[in-house]
């Protein structure tokens, strides 16, 4: 048997992050969107794609949900999450968005495997089919569905969910919608440019207030 520093744990299963554009589509939206939401909160952990190993010396025993969202544990690259290594902190939320090759087998593997793990929230959409499912912790041993997933509200989160007809959306806790990537990394830099832009009228301002013999760090 091998000692438990031996075992390997690798940080790629195989297989691509998406079978087909839609699926990766939804997969980046809501992980760049949880990005921007919890961006000033350095104790929140979002990963897509991620290998989730829940067990120490079970490298078999593994997932990878499309998104996952880690309260408690500090931002930064990880080639694995590797829960003992996170003070034992499971992921209190996970997402899955299916695409043809996803059976139902494998799915109700996964929402045992996510019951038994500590997951409190599990969701999954199926782009094709235009369905959403949402899971809840009730107890420590299972994962209840929730009854109607008309704007509902994550608890952990703070993001309501609305489906539509076909048309599936995702809001912000203030109401906005889930932005595409190219409009979230577009208001990043319009950000970005205004503080610059006040760091270049404050340089001005005080080039000139030293002209005229002011200090302006005494302002």
């Not at 087998?105 to 929402?111: C, I, P, V």
Request: glycine fraction near 6%; include cysteine.
């Amino acid at each position: 048997m091998l000692a438990t520093n031996q075992i390997v744990y690798p940080d790629s299963d195989g297989q691509p992050i998406a079978d087909n554009t839609k699926q990766f589509q939804w997969i980046t939206v809501i992980k760049t969107n949880l990005d921007w939401l919890f961006r000033d909160d350095e104790r929140v952990f979002v990963a897509g794609d991620l290998l989730w190993y829940p067990v120490e010396g079970n490298p078999k025993y593994r997932v990878a949900p499309d998104v996952m969202v880690v309260f408690g544990r500090p931002k930064g690259d990880r080639g694995s999450y590797k829960q003992w290594l996170e003070d034992n902190l499971a992921p209190q939320v996970v997402f899955e968005i299916l695409s043809p090759g996803n059976k139902e087998g494998e799915m109700e593997r996964k929402l045992q495997m996510y019951a038994r793990c500590g997951v409190e929230e599990y969701y999954i959409y199926d782009p094709d089919r235009s369905i959403l499912k949402g899971y809840q912790r009730s107890d420590d041993f299972f994962l209840d569905r929730i009854e109607s997933m008309g704007d509902w509200t994550s608890p952990r989160l703070g993001i309501s969910f609305r489906l539509i007809g076909d048309d599936f959306q995702i809001t912000h806790p203030d109401g906005r919608l889930f932005e595409t990537f190219d409009n979230v990394a577009t208001e990043r830099d319009l950000l970005l440019a205004d503080k610059q832009q006040l760091e270049s009228e404050k340089s001005k301002r005080d080039a000139k207030l030293r002209e005229l013999g002011i200090d302006p760090d005494t302002l």
